[in-house]
């Protein structure tokens, strides 16, 4: 009987042993084969992801991370026609117009033509788009948010040739641009400039607009070697000023500013304002434009102005600019009390400025790169090119930028060629009027029904700057007046 129950124990402890050693098997099999349907599940989930909120674009500013630059919306990339552009005017009202023309395309879903660039300005430049900017890096960044292509396929031809509103919102765009295509296969935008407004757009279009700007708008490889050679050379020789004295002779024509010109420079300059029918405004009272800080400052007011602000006279000033008018006579007296004063022309080989003239985007593109990286930038008119400087400026740290207030400025002069004022007081009054123009973080100032006299986007678009709305605790309001 003992042996009878004791085989059966042992039978027992058997069964039990195979049972755990196939459990145990069973175990070590389904432990990869769980772990596999795991990592394939997010996979998935992480493409799926992927799809509804687009890619996550991480930009690095002056040490904080932007993670705030990306799509949200599923894209539809069937597209609704082509889009051409001609942009107008100089480099830098075209890189804002391209960044516009960008947004709208993706706003309609259209497939956007390479840009052309303006080639019958005052500067008659006759750069095309490859020859300023890198355009298979345009095409490639931008290629998940719109799609760009170099020309208009053979098959696509009579556009609709127009000019879209000035400061429009994107209901104008989808409301009396997107219907258009119903009937028209490609529109082409003769005019670009200021054609969407500064406030008032979606988050995601605004930040879009950035990223055309800061990243995709790329110079080519030869403009960017020679900027930054120009920068290493400068700064090795200490730290500099970029002073973009916007006196030439096109600027001058155009406002009808004359201070301190003779009789024969202002009639000069008079009759080259009739002689372009775009420059609509032709009689102009150069004293009343100035007394409205409407003018771009002389070399000669400049030279106080930065004096009065403490600039110290062994200081390396940059002039970021075309040919100054009367250059010799007006520039004497900014040389005298800046013997430091610095151009392109003057720091390069004639060799190597060779392959850029008679093109003056892509002159002005050296002068952009030199006057981001200035320390200090100080603009003598609020053109376009001191509105785009600004506005990478503050992308890029909110490097010292001093805004000056024209108008106030024009006043204090006066008072103090008169001797109302001592130097002591035209000083300190200067300084003071300008310690809040200096770039740092601030709302973009809204001017109902007035987009000309509100600030710029591009200027200073806080929606996209590390330090200012998200990280300094303002909102993302802007101040209405």
Known sequence: MESVVQVRSERVQQSIQGVVIQRTRLKLWFIPVFASILVWACLVQLWHMRLLSGFTRVTKVSGCVDETMHSTTPRNYTSNGFLQVSCNGGLNQMRAAICDMVTVARLLNLTLVVPELDKSSFWADTSDFEDIFDVRHFIDSLRDEVNIIKRLPKKVYHPLVMPPVSWSSEKYYLQQILPLFSKHQVINFNRTDTRLANNGIPLELQ???????????????????????????LQQRGPFVALHL???????????????????????????????????????VSDEKRSQGLCPLTPEEATLILQALGI??????????????????????????????????????????????????????????????????????????????????????????????????????DLHHNRTLSWAEFSAAVRQSHEGRIG????????????????????????????SARCKGLDNSTEVR
């Open 246 to 284: 916007r006196y030439e002779m096109d600027m001058l024509a155009f406002s009808g500013c004359t201070e301190g010109c003779t009789e024969e420079e202002a009639e000069e300059l008079k009759q080259l304002r009739y002689a372009f029918p775009w420059w609509k405004e032709k009689e102009i």
């Open 440 to 467: 740092q973080p601030a709302h973009r100032r809204v001017i109902e029904d007035k987009p000309k006299e509100e600030d710029y986007f591009y200027a200073n678009p806080h929606e996209c700057l590390c330090g």
């Open 312 to 413: 110290e006279k062994d200081m390396q000033i940059y002039i970021a600019s075309g040919a100054i008018y009367s250059s010799e006579r007006r520039l004497a007296t900014l040389r005298t009390a800046f013997p430091k004063i610095v151009k392109k022309e003057m720091l390069l080989d004639p060799e190597e400025l060779q392959q850029f003239q008679n093109h003056s985007s892509q002159m002005a593109a050296l002068d952009f790169i030199v006057s981001t990286a200035s320390n200090i930038f100080i603009p003598t008119y609020d053109g376009n090119m001191a509105k785009l400087v600004e506005g990478h400026r503050r992308y890029h740290g909110y490097k010292k930028t001093i805004l000056l207030d024209r108008k106030t400025l024009v006043g204090l002069l």
């Open 207 to 233: 930040r879009l607009r950035c990223q055309v700007n800061f990243h995709a708008l790329k110079f080519t490889q030869k403009i960017e070697a020679l900027g930054q050679k120009l920068v290493h050379m």
